[in-house]
């Protein structure tokens, strides 16, 4: 949901109303645009996933700062992984820095202070939440925020946020948003535990947040027609038995919710100008199915037509 879009506004209010909805949504902060005047624009969007706030902040330069003093008058303790998805971002904490490209995360802890910011125009997409939600020990947290960009569990967390932002609209409305920020809360807790926990500690969290991580892992991979339960318990160092038990426990079977997922994709596709150029079985290859007949059949079983027909109702001039 769009909550400010300065270029709407007259220049000398532009700065101070962006700060002002910035410290409105993630407590006290500090603020210092790398452009003035009409050069300043700044576009910010929030979305709420039950526990879990999403931002995407698009705009100029810029450097936003939390000290501990601020965090103390602020009520308050949030947990926060940023990204950037346009441009090259800076973070730094306690004398730790780190450059972040698009292929990157960080975690910042607001107690803890820290420093974030890009140069020239970016995009960056971060989720906050308040640390008692995240259930893990505060000197765990901040064990592993210079930890985490080593963290195999970093790609993961990416690809799932880029996900939940580039549908945030109708996610954040669907009955499901809460479950949405449950599974983005249980991959940032085996993030955590991947670089700081102890044996005891990573075992018990892998074992609480396996399905979340096997569906996000999933939704990644969606399109590779290789995509199967076997390569995905392997990917998880699970024994196959033990994949499908947690799936039958979250109430889902694996290889229907997959083949669903790619559904829906191939449906969006059909139905988007963008696509009016690609043929029916380029589309269907794009989201992982190898037999254009067998995507034909289940997407009639699924949505009563078929994808033709679909395609021309809603495409009519393809």
Not at 21 to 32: F, L, Y
Not at 94 to 105: D, E, I
Not at 129 to 144: K, S
Not at 233 to 238: G, L, P, R
Request: charged fraction near 20%.
């Amino acid at each position: 949901m769009l909550v400010l879009d300065t270029a709407t506004m007259p220049v000398a209010e532009r700065a101070e109303a962006f700060h002002a909805i910035a410290s409105g949504e993630s407590g006290r902060c500090s603020i210092e645009h790398e452009d003035v005047g009409d050069r300043l624009w700044k576009r910010l969007e929030v979305w709420r996933f039950g526990p879990l706030t999403l931002f995407a902040t698009h705009g100029s330069g810029m450097r936003i700062w939390r000290t501990r003093n601020q965090a103390r008058v602020d009520s308050t303790n949030t947990i926060s992984v940023i990204t950037q998805s346009t441009g090259d971002g800076a973070f730094s904490w306690n004398g730790y820095q780190q450059r972040v490209t698009t292929g990157g995360l960080v975690l910042a802890h607001k107690t803890a202070g820290y420093e974030y910011g890009w140069s020239g125009p970016g995009l960056s997409v971060a989720f906050m939440v308040d640390a008692d939600q995240l259930g893990l020990p505060e000197h765990m947290v901040r064990t592993a925020i210079p930890m985490v960009a080593s963290s195999s569990m970093g790609p993961l967390l990416l690809s799932h946020i880029r996900a939940v932002h580039g549908d945030a609209d109708r996610l954040a409305a669907d009955p499901g948003a809460d479950a949405v920020g449950e599974a983005t809360l249980d991959l940032t807790r085996a993030l955590v535990a991947s670089v700081a926990g102890d044996r005891t500690t990573r075992r018990a969290i892998a074992e609480e947040t396996l399905l979340n991580r096997v569906l996000a892992y999933a939704r990644a991979h969606l399109a590779d027609p290789f995509l199967t339960p076997q390569r995905i318990a392997h990917v998880h160092s699970v024994s196959l038995r033990s994949l499908y038990r947690a799936c039958e426990e979250g109430g889902l079977s694996l290889e229907q919710w997959i083949i669903r997922r790619r559904l829906e994709g191939t449906r969006r596709d059909l139905a988007a100008p963008e696509h009016a150029h690609r043929t029916i079985e380029a589309i269907c290859r794009s989201w992982g199915f190898t037999n254009a007949g067998y995507f034909s059949r289940r997407f009639r079983d699924v949505y009563g037509t078929t994808p033709r027909l679909w395609r021309r109702r809603n495409l009519p001039f393809s």
